[in-house]
């Protein structure tokens, strides 16, 4: 059964900062890989989907790596703002019928 | 751009009572999936469906139902509530299943008492 693993729950720096969030999981036999953020009361939006063939993606100040082998991934966050402030949860997909199994999710907190 | 809408976002329900949460995306996705969330524990997968006519179990499905008589139109039943099922629900929709990015709805929120 596939296990996804975000550690820490929560994260606070300063404005500023480059910050990095890991994921972790336990079958390496994924088709994807999504990160999400959650903003309080709202539902899920989807920040960057690795395939399993691709090792990184990028949008804006935001980066994603992949390492199926080692089963991990990063969300790589530059210069952070206090808009950054939210849940990140990360989300692998397996199996015969492509399920998505997610993290428990990290809440970020960028003080000004 | 609607993408997905959840109805109702609020509802309060008493133990026992049964309602519907409606899912419907105008993004031609064949899959959809219900998904609920509680504090801590993440999202768990209740029922998906890979196409109109289509539904099969997630992970908690039990006191649960869903049909999928249309592509646009995924409805959540619970049958006899019960406040194990007080939760954050979600629907979310994607092109292609596994290979294709996820579509989430705003959430409805449910209190069993």
């Known amino acids: 059964k596939q296990e996804v693993t975000q550690i820490p729950a929560a994260l606070s720096v300063p404005e500023g900062e480059n910050l990095v969030l890991n994921c972790s999981f336990t079958d390496s036999a994924i088709y994807n890989l999504q990160w999400f953020r959650q903003d309080p009361g709202k539902g899920l939006t989807s920040l960057l989907l690795i395939q399993s063939s691709q090792r990184e993606q990028t949008s804006g100040r935001l980066n994603a790596s992949l390492d199926k082998s080692s089963g991990r991934s990063t969300l790589y966050i530059a210069a952070s703002q206090p808009g950054d402030s939210a849940t990140y949860l990360c989300a692998v997909t397996t199996g015969a019928n492509s399920k998505l199994t997610f993290g428990k999710g990290i809440t970020l907190s960028v003080r000004p | ?113």
């Open chain 2, 1 to 113: 751009n609607a993408g997905v809408t959840q109805t109702p976002k609020f509802r309060i329900l008493k133990i026992g009572q049964s309602m519907t949460l409606q899912c419907a995306q105008d993004m031609n996705h064949n899959y959809m999936y219900w998904y609920r969330q509680d504090p801590g524990m993440g999202l768990k997968l209740i029922y998906y469906s890979v196409g109109a006519g289509i539904t099969d179990k997630g992970e908690v499905p039990n006191g649960y139902n869903v049909s999928r008589s249309t592509t646009e139109d995924f409805p959540l039943r619970l049958e006899l509530a019960a406040p194990s099922q007080t939760s954050v629900y979600f629907c979310a929709s994607s092109s292609s299943g596994g290979t294709g990015e996820l579509f989430f709805g705003e959430g409805s929120r449910l209190t069993v008492l």
